[in-house]
């Protein structure tokens, strides 16, 4: 494909997907959030496979539509991380209806599409649920640790390199959470040791994969309910915890 060529295809996917958060945006008016989420997630599921029954690459698509799902909600998010998060989850579960359009698309199977719905149904009605409820600085912290150790197991399972892989998604975490924290390093501070328990989490699931030792698995889960539990005491009652 030419260069100017994957430039208009770029642009065309890119506004179309920001037509469909527009759209999404007018169904916050009904005051719910999973009936925007559910909608906004089957518009962007059938966006993708649309896109990919008539043009290719794939990354290019798929970049072009998460990027007019997120950019005019993203300067707002980094702004104010701490006043938006109750509603966080909406671009997420935008963003895993797109990558699992993909999966479906390129699988072709009952089960990918199974699994896709079932996945998405429970992000957005559970994890909404959860996520909404999660409020609290420890319920946070646990959901997000819990989180990132199914994921890095997930990533692991085909990895030749897992220590390579671990790197990758501590990378990940930290380039997401490096503008917030230089912005507004104030308000954004109580999020510190949310960054350290999922850091860690990474590492110890890294660890654990590796050594497939139950001394090395108790050790691990001690590690994390110490830090999703007295870490975040200490730091919430000391002179640190700007935030409050």
């Not at 527009?22 to 962007?44: E, H, I, K, R």
């Not at 909600?73 to 993909?102: F, G, K, M, Y």
């Not at 199974?114 to 409820?133: D, E, K, P, Q």
């Not at 671990?166 to 501070?189: E, K, Q």
Request: with cysteine.
């Amino acid at each position: 494909m030419g260069k100017k060529n994957a430039n208009f295809l770029f642009w065309s996917v890119f506004l179309s997907a920001l037509g469909c958060t527009f759209l999404m945006y007018g169904l916050n008016t009904f005051q719910s959030v999973y009936l925007p989420s559910m909608v906004c997630c089957a518009l962007f599921f059938w966006l993708t496979w649309a896109w990919l029954k008539h043009a290719r690459p794939v990354w290019l698509i798929v970049v072009a539509i998460i990027l007019g799902r997120i950019i005019l909600e993203l300067p707002l998010r980094i702004l104010d991380l701490q006043a938006t998060s109750a509603s966080l989850l909406e671009p997420v579960c935008s963003i895993a209806a797109v990558l699992l359009a993909v999966v479906c698309y390129r699988r072709r199977t009952l089960r990918a599409s199974a699994v896709s719905f079932v996945v998405l149904l429970l992000l957005n009605t559970i994890g909404h649920y959860l996520w909404i409820a999660s409020t609290d600085e420890y319920l946070f912290s646990c959901t997000a640790t819990a989180v990132c150790v199914g994921l890095t197991w997930l990533c692991l399972l085909k990895a030749q390199r897992p220590w390579m892989v671990a790197g990758a998604l501590c990378l990940g975490i930290l380039l997401v959470a490096l503008p917030f924290l230089i912005i507004t390093f104030i308000r954004t501070i109580c999020w510190m040791p949310l960054i350290l328990c999922a850091l860690s989490a990474i590492v110890l699931t890294t660890l654990c994969y590796r050594e497939r030792s139950r001394v090395v698995w108790l050790l691990s889960f001690t590690v994390l309910v110490l830090l999703n539990s007295f870490v975040q005491y200490v730091w919430i009652h000391t002179s640190l915890y700007f935030a409050h």
